[in-house]
């Protein structure tokens, strides 16, 4: 039932807010409160190269880009903790297809967000 | 280490790398005549995979092909048209048959091709991909599963020093080193101080150190050009006075090359510049010209090794 009802939830609260992909992993905390999976690219880990001299994006003139405004938001957002703010730097493992569609805050809870193929960064 | 890795590590010279153009069909002689343009002049080519968006035989066929003729190829997988199993398949594939370096790109969205109905993969990032490329450099699979031969691999990454925010280029340049990147090729461009920033940014957080930095330049002809890649082509911007150089000149071929001439010159001056990558849209005698007058490359290398 959960399940079941949890993303129509979620979707509804991120969905207007954030537009909202419904990844199953939500990172926004850690991408100044801006989903990366707006992205045109749904680029996890930074800005392409394409992004315009005044900060639009390649693929629609149109958009600042997602990540331009992530890492302003990043920096300058009020209230957004310490920790969150640095995290901006950290690198996204390759987003798992089969949570796609689940509700992100059951997948924090369980741990599954976090789950990473046993062949990424060793280190 | 392959002798290119060796090269790039060692800095005992300005390292030369090229674009090699997209073919179109043909066979493994239409590669050779193609390659002589540039052996004598170059450590390594690029091999593009589906560059700007557009259709052109494959980067797997073709850095097999150039590595057989003799020549090393630095095989570029972009994240735009395939899957994580699809990349992963191509880069052991390839190490096969030699190919050991590899450079790992976004790449332009389909938008910018002549197909933009196609559909966009991007199943991973850069960043990623570099992560990936380095778990099979040791052995393994992004699953864990295991290669049954190891290969090391020599992994590049691309960084666009011009376009914004400046400040996070520089991070992503460390991100991509992080991830295993031995080499950063940059985009073009025509700021020469957004260069100079992005210099002292990766020579301060050791990036420079770590891997080698090759900044790229393109030789062309006309002010059409100019205004062409900075209408055109995604994340490369000319800024008019630049446009306006050439298209002022009396012979705006000389002076096209002149440009450029000037803009290797700069960039071999900063800190933590290991070398330069050329694209050549000229056709002309300018690659060997470029690099006669800096005295570059392995066609130098023994004059350079006297003044080092």
Same mark, same amino acid.
């Given at each position: 039932?959960? +399940?079941?009802?949890?993303?129509?939830?979620?979707?509804?609260?991120?969905?207007?807010?954030?537009?909202?992909?419904?990844?199953?992993?939500?990172? /926004?905390?850690?991408?100044?409160?801006?989903?990366?999976?707006?992205?045109?690219?749904?680029?996890?880990?930074?800005?392409?190269?394409?992004? +315009?001299?005044?900060?639009?994006?390649?693929?629609?003139?149109?958009?600042?880009?997602?990540?331009?405004?992530?890492?302003?938001?990043?920096?300058?957002?009020?209230? /957004?903790?310490?920790?969150?703010?640095?995290?901006?730097?950290?690198?996204?493992?390759?987003?798992?297809?089969? /949570?796609?569609?689940?509700?992100?805050?059951?997948?924090?809870?369980?741990? /599954?967000?976090?789950?990473?193929?046993?062949?990424?960064?060793?280190? | 280490?392959?002798?290119?890795?060796?090269?790039?590590?060692?800095?005992?010279?300005?390292?030369?790398?090229?674009?090699?153009?997209?073919?179109?069909?043909?066979?493994?002689?239409?590669?050779?005549?193609?390659?002589?343009?540039?052996?004598?002049?170059?450590?390594?080519?690029?091999?593009?995979?589906?560059?700007?968006?557009?259709?052109? #035989?494959?980067?797997?066929?073709?850095?097999? #092909?150039?590595?057989?003729?003799?020549?090393?190829?630095?095989?570029?997988?972009?994240?735009?048209?395939?899957?994580?199993?699809?990349?992963?398949?191509?880069?052991?594939?390839?190490?096969?048959?030699?190919?050991?370096?590899?450079?790992?790109?976004?790449?332009?969205?389909? &938008?910018?091709?002549?197909?933009?109905?196609?559909?966009?993969?991007?199943?991973?990032?850069?960043?990623?991909?570099?992560?990936?490329?380095?778990?099979?450099?040791?052995?393994?699979?992004?699953?864990?599963?295991?290669?049954?031969?190891?290969?090391?691999?020599?992994?590049?990454?691309?960084?666009?020093?011009?376009?914004?925010?400046?400040?996070?280029?520089?991070?992503?340049?460390?991100?991509?080193?992080?991830?295993?990147?031995?080499?950063?090729?940059?985009?073009?461009?025509?700021?020469?101080?957004?260069?100079?920033?992005?210099?002292?940014?990766?020579?301060?957080?050791?990036?420079?150190?770590?891997?080698?930095?090759?900044?790229?330049?393109?030789?062309?002809?006309?002010?059409?050009?100019?205004?062409?890649?900075?209408?055109?082509?995604?994340?490369?911007?000319?800024?008019?006075?630049?446009?306006?150089?050439?298209?002022?000149?009396?012979?705006?071929?000389?002076?096209?090359?002149?440009?450029?001439?000037?803009?290797?010159?700069?960039?071999? &001056?900063?800190?933590?510049?290991?070398?330069?990558?050329? &694209?050549?849209?000229?056709?002309?005698?300018?690659?060997?010209?470029?690099?006669?007058?800096?005295?570059?490359?392995?066609?130098?290398?023994?004059?350079?090794?006297?003044?080092?």
């Amino acid at each position: 039932m959960l +399940r079941k009802l949890l993303p129509v939830v979620e979707h509804v609260v991120k969905g207007p807010v954030w537009d909202c992909q419904m990844c199953g992993q939500c990172v /926004l905390h850690s991408t100044g409160m801006t989903c990366p999976m707006t992205c045109p690219k749904t680029l996890r880990n930074g800005p392409c190269g394409g992004v +315009r001299p005044d900060g639009k994006c390649e693929v629609k003139p149109e958009m600042r880009c997602v990540w331009v405004k992530a890492h302003d938001r990043a920096e300058n957002m009020p209230l /957004l903790p310490k920790s969150w703010r640095e995290e901006i730097t950290h690198m996204r493992p390759p987003v798992n297809n089969e /949570l796609k569609g689940d509700s992100s805050w059951l997948n924090l809870v369980s741990g /599954l967000d976090r789950q990473t193929p046993a062949g990424w960064q060793e280190d | 280490m392959s002798e290119f890795g060796r090269l790039l590590a060692d800095r005992r010279r300005p390292v030369v790398t090229a674009e090699f153009p997209s073919l179109d069909g043909g066979d493994l002689e239409t590669v050779a005549q193609a390659l002589e343009h540039y052996r004598p002049y170059v450590d390594a080519v690029n091999i593009t995979d589906n560059p700007a968006a557009h259709a052109h #035989a494959s980067n797997v066929s073709m850095a097999i #092909a150039v590595k057989q003729l003799g020549v090393e190829p630095i095989m570029q997988v972009v994240c735009r048209d395939k899957n994580r199993l699809a990349a992963q398949a191509d880069v052991v594939g390839a190490s096969m048959h030699g190919v050991t370096t590899f450079c790992a790109l976004t790449g332009d969205d389909v &938008t910018a091709g002549d197909e933009p109905e196609a559909r966009r993969v991007f199943d991973l990032d850069s960043p990623q991909l570099i992560s990936i490329m380095n778990g099979i450099s040791r052995g393994h699979y992004l699953s864990g599963r295991e290669l049954k031969h190891r290969k090391e691999l020599l992994i590049g990454a691309v960084e666009n020093p011009f376009a914004p925010p400046p400040e996070v280029r520089v991070r992503r340049a460390k991100m991509k080193v992080d991830g295993g990147a031995r080499f950063l090729q940059l985009q073009i461009g025509y700021e020469p101080a957004l260069l100079e920033s992005f210099m002292a940014g990766v020579v301060a957080n050791g990036v420079a150190e770590r891997a080698a930095i090759l900044p790229t330049v393109i030789l062309t002809k006309s002010p059409g050009a100019l205004r062409f890649m900075d209408g055109q082509v995604p994340g490369i911007h000319v800024p008019a006075p630049v446009i306006e150089r050439i298209a002022n000149a009396d012979n705006a071929a000389e002076e096209s090359y002149l440009l450029v001439r000037e803009q290797v010159e700069h960039a071999l &001056t900063l800190p933590g510049v290991a070398g330069v990558h050329i &694209t050549d849209f000229r056709h002309d005698d300018s690659l060997r010209r470029l690099v006669s007058d800096l005295a570059i490359g392995p066609a130098f290398a023994a004059s350079q090794a006297a003044t080092a």
